[in-house]
Structures are given as structure tokens and as C-alpha cells.
């Protein structure tokens, strides 16, 4: 099933038309799924929205206790508009099998 994506990182394009097969469409993969959690290192991503701290710090003792994950890195947005850091995601990167972004409200 297509799925359109847009990136708030870059300036809005001009839509292609049906006919215009000059550019090609914008494609992505997703991230392979591990076959179990058992044992993964967790990495967090709250956007400092009301209770989204509360809520991924509550799926990840409850990952632990069911599949002995590890929490190893809980990166705390500056606000739900800005990107996670460079640096963050180079730890995500590096430590982690799996990152869970959340919100709160």
C-alpha cells in the first residue's frame, strides 16, 4: 500500500504530476523488526509534553520486566517542534536495538 511521507526537515515541493515521470517518487524503508525483545537495549524519545516522560518510562520497566530490556538512553526533546539532537541519535545509533518515540497530553 503507497504511503505518503512528508519531511518537515526540507522546503515543500511542487507536486508531480501524473503524467510527469521526469522525477521519481521519494521512497523509504522500514526498520527490519528483531525477531524477539528478549534482551534489547531500549533507547527513549519524549518531547516534554505532560506525561510523555511518565508514559515511555512505564512501557520500559514494563519491556524489562516481560523481556529483560535495558533502558539506554532517554533523550528529552526541547520541545515536541524540534528534532531529536545529533548526538542522541548517534548514542541510538550506537547503544540501542530499539527506540520508542512518545508523546504525552
Same mark, same amino acid.
Given at each position: 500500500?503507497?504511503?505518503?511521507?512528508? =519531511?518537515?526537515?526540507?522546503?515543500?515541493?511542487?507536486?508531480?504530476?501524473?503524467? =510527469?515521470?521526469?522525477?521519481?517518487?521519494? @521512497?523509504?524503508?522500514?526498520?527490519?523488526?528483531?525477531? @524477539?525483545? =528478549?534482551? !534489547?537495549?531500549?533507547?527513549?524519545?519524549?518531547?516534554?509534553?505532560?506525561? @510523555?516522560?511518565? !508514559?515511555?518510562?512505564?512501557?520500559?520497566?514494563?519491556?524489562?520486566?516481560?523481556? $529483560?530490556?535495558?533502558?539506554?538512553?532517554?533523550?528529552?526533546?526541547?520541545?515536541? $517542534?524540534?528534532?531529536?539532537?545529533?548526538? @542522541?541519535?548517534?548514542?541510538?545509533?550506537?547503544?540501542? =536495538?530499539?527506540?520508542?518515540? $512518545?508523546? $504525552?497530553?
Amino acid at each position: 500500500m503507497p504511503r505518503t511521507v512528508f =519531511d518537515p526537515t526540507v522546503p515543500p515541493q511542487e507536486p508531480v504530476a501524473q503524467d =510527469d515521470r521526469t522525477r521519481p517518487p521519494l @521512497s523509504f524503508s522500514y526498520a527490519p523488526r528483531p525477531r @524477539s525483545l =528478549d534482551g !534489547l537495549r531500549l533507547g527513549l524519545i519524549e518531547n516534554t509534553k505532560f506525561n @510523555s516522560d511518565v !508514559l515511555l518510562l512505564k512501557i520500559a520497566q514494563r519491556l524489562h520486566g516481560r523481556y $529483560g530490556t535495558t533502558m539506554v538512553h532517554l533523550d528529552r526533546k526541547k520541545s515536541s $517542534g524540534h528534532s531529536v539532537s545529533d548526538e @542522541s541519535l548517534a548514542y541510538f545509533r550506537h547503544h540501542a =536495538d530499539l527506540v520508542l518515540a $512518545g508523546v $504525552g497530553d
